[in-house]
């Protein structure tokens, strides 16, 4: 990753995340690859990643057979035995460092019970890569929207997830939450937060300045606010 900009965040030093969730069961290998690569193709342009690669230094292919066949040989595995029903699991990483870490999981044939099994994202360890800059982190939600069609999208911090107290499928906070039509809109925010329509949805916004103590309680606020708790995932989402 090229050298970026965090002046004036409050999660320069953090651990921050990107995460897409969903709750569709059972997408097809060929619809994982496409989604995978349109998710790669704009991490180009917003990050300066030029080739992801496996743990096993596998570079993620530009031709869609060998994509499909990257992902069908990714199942998802626990103690080194596969795990029937589960889908697939890859995590890719950028070919040089700093680079951040995808993590995408889809593919079960249910949306899970007390968890969602399917998402995607991105995390930043700032022992590894630095934070992205701020003026992308809008441009990273709308292009996890475009690339999974999910049904929400957050980018949020360790310290603001622990400080939340919310899991599963609570609807997640953070320094921004997407949210589709599905799961719903905010027609009341917390002093300080902003909201506009972004690809289809709803961006909900803190500023990048704010600690976690205080994303955290004015997310919270907004979302009980407007009655948003959970994340829609009955089998047919």
């Given at each position: 990753m090229?050298q970026?900009?965090?002046?004036?965040?409050?999660?320069?030093?953090?651990?921050?995340t990107?995460?897409?969730?969903?709750?569709r069961?059972?997408?097809?290998?060929?619809?994982?690859?496409?989604?995978?690569?349109r998710f790669v193709?704009?991490l180009l342009?917003?990050?300066?990643?030029?080739?992801w690669?496996?743990?096993d230094?596998?570079?993620?292919p530009?031709e869609?057979?060998?994509?499909?066949?990257?992902?069908?040989?990714?199942l998802v595995?626990y103690e080194g035995?596969?795990?029937?029903g589960?889908?697939?699991?890859?995590s890719l990483?950028?070919a040089?460092l700093?680079?951040?870490?995808?993590m995408?999981?889809a593919?079960?044939v249910d949306?899970?019970?007390?968890?969602p099994?399917?998402?995607?994202?991105?995390?930043?360890?700032p022992?590894?890569?630095?934070?992205?800059?701020?003026?992308?982190?809008?441009d990273?939600?709308?292009?996890?929207?475009r690339?999974?069609n999910?049904?929400?999208?957050?980018?949020t911090?360790?310290?603001?997830?622990?400080?939340?107290?919310?899991s599963?499928?609570d609807?997640?906070?953070?320094?921004r939450?997407?949210t589709s039509?599905?799961?719903?809109?905010?027609?009341?925010?917390?002093?300080?937060?902003?909201?506009?329509?972004?690809?289809?949805g709803?961006?909900?916004s803190?500023?990048?300045?704010?600690?976690?103590?205080?994303?955290a309680?004015?997310?919270r606020q907004?979302?009980?606010?407007?009655?948003?708790?959970?994340?829609?995932?009955?089998?047919?989402?």
């Amino acid at each position: 990753m090229g050298q970026i900009s965090t002046s004036a965040v409050a999660w320069q030093q953090e651990k921050t995340t990107l995460s897409a969730t969903w709750a569709r069961a059972n997408e097809p290998v060929e619809w994982i690859a496409a989604a995978t690569h349109r998710f790669v193709a704009g991490l180009l342009e917003l990050l300066d990643v030029p080739e992801w690669i496996t743990s096993d230094r596998i570079p993620w292919p530009t031709e869609e057979t060998a994509q499909h066949q990257l992902i069908t040989d990714n199942l998802v595995a626990y103690e080194g035995r596969v795990a029937v029903g589960s889908g697939y699991g890859i995590s890719l990483y950028g070919a040089e460092l700093p680079s951040p870490k995808m993590m995408i999981r889809a593919g079960a044939v249910d949306v899970g019970n007390r968890i969602p099994i399917h998402f995607a994202g991105l995390g930043f360890d700032p022992r590894y890569t630095s934070a992205p800059p701020r003026e992308v982190v809008d441009d990273l939600v709308a292009l996890a929207v475009r690339a999974w069609n999910p049904l929400t999208v957050d980018f949020t911090t360790t310290a603001v997830h622990a400080e939340a107290g919310r899991s599963g499928w609570d609807v997640p906070v953070g320094y921004r939450l997407w949210t589709s039509p599905e799961v719903g809109t905010f027609s009341e925010v917390a002093e300080g937060l902003t909201v506009r329509p972004l690809e289809g949805g709803t961006l909900l916004s803190a500023p990048d300045d704010w600690g976690y103590l205080a994303v955290a309680e004015a997310m919270r606020q907004t979302l009980e606010a407007n009655d948003l708790d959970e994340i829609p995932h009955a089998s047919d989402v």
